[in-house]
């Protein structure tokens, strides 16, 4: 079982800068591929980054490659998720989910967090 917590969204203008962290808990977290999903209003969940169980191997959607880094530290169960030159497009509510390979689909994931809102003003 892996618990996981996302932390660091609000509301920041278009250009600006925001990183989101996902702590997670349980004894065999850091043997899991970790990735964010997003969801805009209105619209359906997509995938936005992963990165493998040994922080080796990153995949990023197209949308956001060059503008996001993730980046993961065992040591403290966390992944974060540096999000640079923000868009309004990027506005959505951010989920982390753990899976036992790294995937970018979400029926891949096995746990999810909450979510954590982000808003990118114009």
């Known amino acids: 079982q892996v618990q996981l917590v996302e932390s660091g969204g609000g509301l920041v203008q278009a250009g600006g800068s925001l990183r989101l962290s996902c702590a997670a808990s349980?004894?065999?977290?850091?043997?899991?591929?970790l990735g964010w999903f997003r969801q805009p209003p209105g619209k359906e969940r997509e995938f936005v980054v992963a990165?493998?169980?040994?922080?080796?191997?990153?995949y990023y959607a197209d949308s956001v490659e060059g503008r996001f880094t993730i980046s993961r530290d065992d040591a403290k169960n966390t992944v974060y998720l540096q999000m640079n030159s923000l868009e309004p497009e990027d506005t959505a509510v951010y989920y982390c989910?753990?899976?036992?390979?790294?995937?970018?689909?979400?029926?891949?994931?096995?746990?999810w967090g909450q979510g954590t809102q982000v808003t990118v003003s114009s």
């Open positions: 990165i493998s169980a040994s922080g080796g191997g990153t």
């Open positions: 989910a753990a899976s036992r390979v790294v995937a970018g689909v979400a029926h891949m994931y096995d746990y």
């Open positions: 349980g004894r065999t977290a850091s043997n899991y591929a």
